[in-house]
C-alpha cells in the first residue's frame, strides 16, 4: 500500500528516469552522427580502423594496403539516387583540383549495401566517376565492422512500389585518414571539392 504522496514520488522518478534515458539516447545519437573534428591536440578522434575487404577487383585488401597515402573514405551504394553520386562527383572533382597531389591520396567507396554491390558492380560504378576511386565491398559482417570502425550509420528500408525492393539509408560523411589510416577530418557530403582539395593540401 502507498499513500498519494508516495505514488506522486514514484510517478516523479519516473518521469526524471525516462528524461535521463531520453538525455543519454539524444547524446550517443548525436555523437554517433556527429563526430566531433579533431583541430590540433594531442587525442586521437576514435574514428576509422582496420578493415578487411574486397576491392573492385575482387582482390582482398586490408587498410594496410592503403598505407603511405591519405585515405578518402565515403560510405554509400551504387543504388543511391542522388546523394552518393553527388558526394561521389564532388570527391573526383577534388581528386581534379589536387592535381598532382592527388597521386597522395586514395580515394575509397565502401558499400553500405553489399548484398547488390559485388565487386564487379562496385566496378562499373567507381570507373564512371574517377579513374582513382577504389570500391570495396565484402561480406555483410565485414562491412558492418567497417561501418562501425567509422560511425557510419546505414540501415536497409523496404521500398514498396519499386522494383529495386529496397534502399540504404546511410550517414553521408566523407572522412580524411592520414598515411597509417588515423582520422584527419571529415566533410559533409554537400562540402565543396575546393573546400576539400584545399584542407587535403593543408593536411600533406
Ligand atoms: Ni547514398
Not at 510517478?11 to 583541430?39: M, Q, T
Not at 587525442?43 to 587498410?63: M, S
Not at 553520386?85 to 575509397?108: C, F
Not at 565485414?142 to 528500408?157: D, E, G, L, P, S
Amino acid at each position: 500500500m502507498s499513500n498519494p504522496q508516495q505514488r506522486g514520488l514514484k510517478r516523479g522518478l519516473a518521469i526524471v528516469a525516462a528524461l535521463v534515458v531520453i538525455g543519454l539516447g539524444a547524446f550517443a545519437a548525436y555523437n554517433w552522427l556527429a563526430p566531433s573534428k579533431d583541430e590540433g591536440g594531442s587525442g586521437q578522434v576514435a574514428i576509422g580502423g582496420a578493415f578487411e575487404l574486397v576491392d573492385h577487383n575482387g582482390r582482398a585488401v586490408t587498410d594496410k594496403d592503403f598505407a603511405g597515402r591519405l585515405m578518402l573514405i565515403y560510405f554509400g551504394f551504387t543504388h543511391c539516387p542522388d546523394i552518393c553520386p553527388t558526394g561521389l562527383q564532388t570527391i573526383a572533382m577534388a581528386m581534379d583540383e589536387l592535381g598532382s597531389a592527388a597521386d597522395k591520396v586514395t580515394p575509397i567507396l565502401i558499400t553500405v549495401d553489399p548484398e547488390r554491390d559485388t565487386p564487379a558492380v562496385m566496378k562499373e560504378y567507381v570507373e564512371a566517376f574517377h579513374e582513382r576511386l577504389v570500391g570495396l565491398t565484402g561480406t555483410p559482417e565485414q562491412i558492418a565492422k567497417a561501418a562501425r570502425a567509422y560511425r557510419v550509420y546505414y540501415q536497409k528500408v523496404a521500398l514498396k512500389d519499386s522494383s529495386l525492393g529496397y534502399s540504404v539509408d546511410h550517414s553521408g560523411f566523407i572522412y580524411l585518414m592520414d598515411g597509417q589510416g588515423r582520422y584527419l577530418s571529415h566533410f559533409r557530403h554537400d562540402a565543396t571539392p575546393e573546400q576539400i582539395a584545399q584542407r587535403i593540401k593543408s593536411k600533406l
